[in-house]
């Protein structure tokens, strides 16, 4: 790649991913306004993120600008330890994500699931969102007994309790027809969380794979103005 060229795309990529920067920090400051607490706790690490893009792009602008070498070894140092967190990231929300499908039910259009299906350092997190979590019915999938518990339906919304279940699931005994109760603290509940989480971090995980192959290429591009830049040292 030509001397010019490649100072050029460094550039002009950083520009753009400055203006991309920001754009991550307003976003982080507006998740911190929402009223879901999974999406508020992670308004600190996406303002990391935004902040750390920012700097990097400050530093590969300038090195291009100025064509200097030692701005570009420290910008391509510092995305390096980027590349290397993306994929160590993705690795393991891959694993942690492997188990837990659910079950399909006969008669039911939806599946069900298990807090035993996943993995335990995955639902230890989850737990722990689970726990801050303004949960909805709707989010939670927490409305209704677990089909293996056999409580006939009087109603969309209200089990004859007076069966006696035909499984020894704890969440049998845990539901309650009152509409503060539910299955709020049954493990099929928070299973149904996990699985929300688990979906999530499958989105993330598919992102950071066309990030790292992006970055890998601007990676590539800025070794090569470092390289000239090396060759051909600033004046200025």
Not at 154 to 180: E, G, M, Q, W
Not at 191 to 220: C, D, H, P, T
Request: a positive charge; charged letters at 15%.
């Amino acid at each position: 790649m030509g001397v010019g060229t490649s100072t050029f795309v460094i550039r002009w990529i950083n520009f753009l991913t400055m203006l991309l920067s920001v754009a991550v920090i307003i976003f982080g400051i507006w998740m911190s306004t929402h009223h879901d607490g999974c999406r508020r706790s992670l308004t600190l690490p996406v303002l990391g993120l935004g902040a750390f893009i920012f700097v990097i792009s400050i530093i590969g602008f300038f090195g291009a600008l100025k064509n200097s070498s030692i701005l570009l070894w420290i910008y391509l140092i510092m995305l390096c330890f980027v590349l290397v967190g993306i994929l160590v990231f993705t690795v393991m929300a891959f694993i942690v994500t492997n188990n837990g499908s659910g079950h399909s039910v006969a008669g039911l259009r939806y599946k069900e699931y298990q807090l035993q299906e996943y993995h335990s350092w995955f639902l230890k997190q989850t737990l722990k969102q689970y726990k801050l979590a303004k949960l909805s019915p709707i989010e939670a999938g927490c409305c209704r007994p677990p089909s293996e518990c056999g409580y006939p339906a009087v109603n969309a919304s209200y089990y004859d309790l007076s069966f006696h279940p035909i499984s020894t699931s704890k969440d049998c005994k845990l539901y309650k027809n009152s509409r503060v109760t539910k299955c709020y603290n049954c493990d099929s509940c928070k299973a149904g969380v996990a699985q929300y989480m688990k979906i999530e971090w499958r989105v993330v995980a598919v992102f950071n794979i066309v990030l790292f192959v992006v970055l890998s290429m601007i990676y590539f591009v800025g070794c090569c103005a470092r390289r000239n830049a090396a060759q051909n040292p600033s004046k200025a």
